[in-house]
């Protein structure tokens, strides 16, 4: 939120220069050396990605600002936790937050056509859930990377600082503040249905998984990716970003229920049918509050300037926590 603050600047030519030594450094290192130039991919006030040519195709760098740094580290973790499962890096600099990969190919969305996409988006929410459960255990290691921090009972106090914010206050609905109690509740409710805390990655799409089961040399299957946003949550979370952009791409809600059915098979067990969709429901509403914080932390230290869309991102998210969700 606060430009003024930069820790990193993607148009300094030093900064630049270092993040290619760093690349080139590194990707002779493994047996790749680079023979072209580096290119620039994409540039946010959050993050920069860059290309560069290897005699093995293209690798990837990236870095984020400040408040997302923990991805470096949170995306070796998890190649550890889940291999075969998310992205590995190929090297990293966590106290930067750099990160280099290699080429995975398409995502998901590229290669899915109107006719698969349903049984496209049940494989992809089916995976990701079997992921979630499989890093269940491994929370509080997340926590101790400098993962964020955002199980149930966590919100309700991030709800108040982002509202004493006064960058995000002035432009959030009073009605917001007046459901303060009632958020409390749902956290509460959240917190004792007996689904555990786990990876949520808070901005889950068919754009940040790779599917690659005929690369031999990534193993196959599908590779969730760009974990920028994550925090340890309430699983149920992830569906928030999720289902919106199921509701836009399917052109109405008619196909949610079934593919939230579909996400919440791997939890059966655990909780009643009823009880695992009302969690949901509530995962996803107070998960508004989450991707707020996550717009807050990803502009507090912006790299470049930010467009009035990205600046007011915080209290849209919180403008809806009053209208109920679509599941």
């Known amino acids: 939120m ?20 760093w690349t ?11 023979i072209g130039p580096i290119e620039r991919f994409r540039v946010r006030p959050w993050s920069v990605t860059h290309r560069a040519p290897t005699t093995a195709g293209p690798r990837w760098f990236k870095a984020n600002v400040t408040g997302c740094r ?9 190649t550890g936790i889940a291999p075969g499962m ?56 997340l926590l101790a990377l400098g993962v964020p921090d955002q199980r149930p009972h966590t ?8 509202l004493d914010d006064p960058r995000i206050r002035k432009d959030v609905d009073p009605a917001v503040r007046d459901l303060i109690p009632e958020f409390g509740e749902w956290c509460a409710e959240l917190a004792a249905d ?24 990534q193993g196959g299957g599908l590779r969730f990716f760009d974990w920028g946003d994550a925090g340890v949550a309430h699983p149920f979370g992830s569906l928030l970003v999720a289902l919106n952009v199921m509701h836009d791409t399917f052109g109405g809600a008619q196909d949610l229920p079934y593919l939230r059915d579909a996400y919440l098979e791997p939890w059966t067990g655990l909780a009643s049918p009823a009880t695992l969709r009302r969690s949901v429901t509530l995962a996803c509403r107070v998960a508004r509050v989450s991707r707020a914080a996550a717009w807050r932390r990803a502009l507090r230290h912006a790299a470049v300037p930010v467009d009035d869309q990205f600046r007011a991102a915080p209290a849209a998210w919180l403008n809806e926590l009053p209208t109920p969700t679509t599941v």
């Open 194 to 217: 007996g689904i555990p805390a786990t990876i949520q990655h808070d901005d889950l799409h068919d754009d940040n998984v790779f599917d690659a089961p005929s690369r031999a040399d």
């Open 86 to 141: 998310t992205l590995a890096p190929l090297a990293t600099d966590t106290a930067r937050g750099w990160l280099l990969t290699a080429d995975a190919g398409p995502t998901l969305r590229a290669t899915t056509t109107a006719a698969n996409r349903i049984a496209t988006w049940t494989r992809m929410l089916t995976a990701y859930a079997e992921l979630q459960r499989s890093t269940a255990p491994h929370g509080a290691d």
């Open 2 to 21: 606060d430009e003024a603050v930069r820790d990193d600047d993607w148009n300094d030519p030093g900064w630049r220069a270092a993040a290619d030594a």
């Open 155 to 162: 919100l309700p106090a991030t709800l108040e600082a982002l």
């Open 70 to 78: 923990y991805e470096a580290a949170l995306a070796v973790a998890l």
């Open 24 to 34: 080139t450094d590194r990707l002779a290192a493994l047996g790749t050396p680079v």
